[in-house]
Nanobody, 121 residues
Framework: QVQLVESGGGLVQAGGSLRLSCAAS????????MGWFRQTPGKEREFVAS????????YYADSVKGRFTISRDNAQNTMHLQMNSLKPEDTAVYYC??????????????WGQGTQVTVSS
């Protein structure tokens, strides 16, 4: 059993930056593959980035590659998503997830409630 809470969302102008955080509790954080997903009304939840259990491998959607950076701190049971050069199309609710997959949400067992990111033009 894992509880996940996202934070750090907000309003930002295009070209700006935000840092999202995910705090985990209730289980061994280091045993899970962690990921970020996002969803906009009318669209399916899409993969953004993920990081494996050992923090040795990271994966990014093509749309965010080079702009976003995912990281984790197992000692503090936290995960972060540094988002730079934000675009209006990055506007969405961002979700933190824990599981055993990479980019497929079917392989994630636990989800946070989401944090809103709005990028203005």
């Amino acid at each position: 059993q894992v509880q996940l809470v996202e934070s750090g969302g907000g309003l930002v102008q295009a070209g700006g930056s935000l840092r999202l955080s995910c705090a985990a509790s209730g289980s061994t954080f280091s045993s899970y593959f962690m990921g970020w997903f996002r969803q906009t009304p009318g669209k399916e939840r899409e993969f953004v980035a993920s990081i494996n259990r050992s923090s040795g491998g990271t994966y990014y959607a093509d749309s965010v590659k080079g702009r976003f950076t995912i990281s984790r701190d197992n000692a503090q049971n936290t995960m972060h998503l540094q988002m730079n050069s934000l675009k209006p199309e990055d506007t969405a609710v961002y979700y933190c997830a824990a599981g055993y997959g990479a980019s497929d949400p079917r392989f994630y067992s636990y989800w946070g409630q989401g944090t809103q990111v709005t990028v203005s033009s």
